[in-house]
């Protein structure tokens, strides 16, 4: 017990004015707004996809973009909640990307039926994982570094959530950009292999997120 | 805790003291001796202050507490568990580990030792064994007679003086 006691007076002997952490929905309205405008910056140096405009006619490829912006705005609000060790008491925004992710599996499948003749494969394959894995690096890293400010007492879906954050800016970003079609292709070259890296984010939160 | 916030020693001590008394049972129930539960009370102690600055005196407190108390109670019964798992391992196998997470450091053993050794003989010793000689908490306190949360606290103190002196 006496040890407990001089425990409290040297922890209370290093209590200084601190000013608390802001609050999770401004932390990741501000992420949302970070990762946006480097989406746009790089979409205006490398430019959008000539067809965009006839694009979102297509109620798919709407509803494809619109469920990658969903686990966008998701990904970043869970990771801003989940950097509090109670999840700032919001537990269901916590896990709110699982919900976007349903949908977009489900416009996913809708998608595959809806390609009918299916659309021509492109040349390319795994350039576009690399492509999205270089873009996605900078918000990736970036995040890790501010979560590692906080004290997250769920370390893997932390990480998971990060770079779900991160890597839908990049699929986000591609999607835009590169005038391809193919579901066979988008599934195979985009989306399966992100889901792989995304699922590395729950060893790198163990890993990197510990406090 | 918003009175810590702003800076209020005495509010935080008590604070402390309270949450130390609310835990105390919670991780009784728990833990199946009584130092086990001493030293992860600390642990938790240590968490909150180092955490503090994510509660914002807006919300209930308590389940804020319970959520640090709650992980870093998971964390000790996973390392004991995998102490027991691990129990068998040949002792070279660690040695071999050991240097490298230690190197990880900012900075090394060596580089501080000249501060090490200007701390008060006790301390220095318990630094001394955990950082150069590669002892854990429980190991040094059974070799110095003294028991683990007072090598803990002892330890944590005198990292208190060296960051103090480093950042100088």
Not at chain 1, 24 to 52: C, E, H, M, N, Q
Not at chain 2, 110 to 138: C, D, F, N, W
Request: proline share 5%; aromatic share 10%; hydrophobic share 50%.
């Amino acid at each position: 017990m006496d040890n407990m006691d001089d425990l409290i007076a040297s922890l209370s002997k290093e209590v200084t004015p601190l000013k608390p952490a802001p609050h999770p929905l401004r932390l990741g309205l501000k992420w949302l707004a970070i990762a946006t405008a480097y989406l746009a910056v790089t979409l205006s140096i490398f430019g959008v996809r000539p067809d965009l405009m006839q694009q979102f006619i297509k109620p798919v490829f709407s509803a494809e973009i619109m469920a990658l912006c969903g686990i966008f705005i998701a990904s970043a609000l869970s990771a801003a909640v989940l950097s509090f060790p109670d999840l700032h008491q919001k537990r269901a925004l916590a896990f709110a990307p699982l919900l976007m992710f349903a949908l977009f599996v489900g416009v996913m499948g809708f998608a595959w039926h809806a390609d009918q003749p299916p659309a021509p494969l492109p040349m390319h394959s795994f350039e576009c994982t690399l492509s999205i894995l270089m873009f996605s690096l900078l918000p990736a890293l970036a995040i890790f570094n501010v979560l590692r400010r906080y004290a997250s007492t769920h370390l893997s879906y932390s990480g998971i959530a990060a770079l779900l954050f991160a890597f839908s800016t990049g699929a986000l970003w591609l999607r835009l950009y590169e005038a391809t079609d193919s579901v066979v292709h988008l599934i195979e070259w985009h989306y399966l292999p992100i889901m792989g890296v995304i699922l590395v984010g729950g060893w790198l939160g163990k890993t990197v997120l510990k406090w | 805790m918003q009175c810590s916030l702003n800076g209020d020693a005495q509010a935080y001590a008590a604070l402390l003291k309270e949450t130390a008394r609310l835990l105390r049972p919670f991780l009784a129930k728990r833990l199946y001796h009584g130092n086990e539960v001493d030293d992860v009370l600390q642990e938790i102690l240590i968490s909150i202050h180092k955490a503090r600055h994510t509660y914002d005196g807006e919300r209930p407190y308590l389940p804020w507490v319970y959520a640090i108390a709650r992980f870093r109670l998971q964390d000790h019964l996973r390392s004991h568990y995998a102490d027991e798992l691990h129990g068998a391992e040949d002792i070279a196998e660690l040695e071999e580990t050991l240097p490298d997470e230690l190197t990880e450091a900012a900075f090394s053993y060596e580089s501080i030792s000249g501060e090490v050794e200007a701390l008060p003989e006790k301390q220095a010793s318990i630094l001394r064994l955990m950082h150069q000689e590669g002892y854990t908490a429980k190991e040094v306190a059974a070799k110095l007679g003294m028991n683990e949360s007072a090598v803990k606290v002892s330890a944590h103190r005198a990292y208190k003086i060296l960051r103090e002196r480093l950042e100088r």
